[in-house]
């Protein structure tokens, strides 16, 4: 019902920045919010960022926060993550994904779809 579509991860050094994109379509319409996980080789999926699509209120993980900044287009259906400063421990696959109601931001379950994933590769 509503696909999400992840670009413009790649190699960076520490210290620098890159800014994701997820371009939703489909049943836009339903998107409450979008936000932004990852999973680090070996370890489970956490929760990194999340924007609501109305008001634009955004919530973050402590290990991004001030570094990582969530924004959305709604007129492009599109939501995007600057993440500067990048750490090693930054490293993993980036997924964007989509909730057509409130609930607790950085927990998957109330995440209903999700895109394929992009990664991103900090290196020292």
């Known amino acids: 019902q509503v696909q999400l579509v992840e670009s413009g991860g790649g190699l960076v050094q520490a210290g620098g920045s890159l800014r994701l994109s997820c371009a939703a379509s489909?049943?836009?319409?339903?998107?409450?919010?979008m936000g932004w996980f990852r999973r680090a080789p070996g370890k489970e999926r956490e929760f990194v960022a999340r924007?609501?699509?109305?008001?634009?209120?955004?919530y973050y993980a402590e290990s991004v926060k001030g570094r990582f900044t969530i924004s959305r287009d709604s007129a492009k259906n599109t939501v995007y993550l600057q993440m500067n400063s990048l750490k090693p421990e930054d490293t993993a696959v980036y997924y964007c994904?989509?909730?057509?109601?409130?609930?607790?931001?950085?927990?998957?379950?109330?995440?209903?779809?999700w895109g394929q994933g992009t990664q991103v590769t900090v290196s020292s």
């Open positions: 924007i609501t699509w109305s008001g634009g209120s955004t």
């Open positions: 489909g049943r836009t319409s339903s998107i409450y919010a």
């Open positions: 994904a989509s909730r057509s109601g409130p609930g607790p931001a950085f927990t998957t379950t109330g995440y209903g779809y």
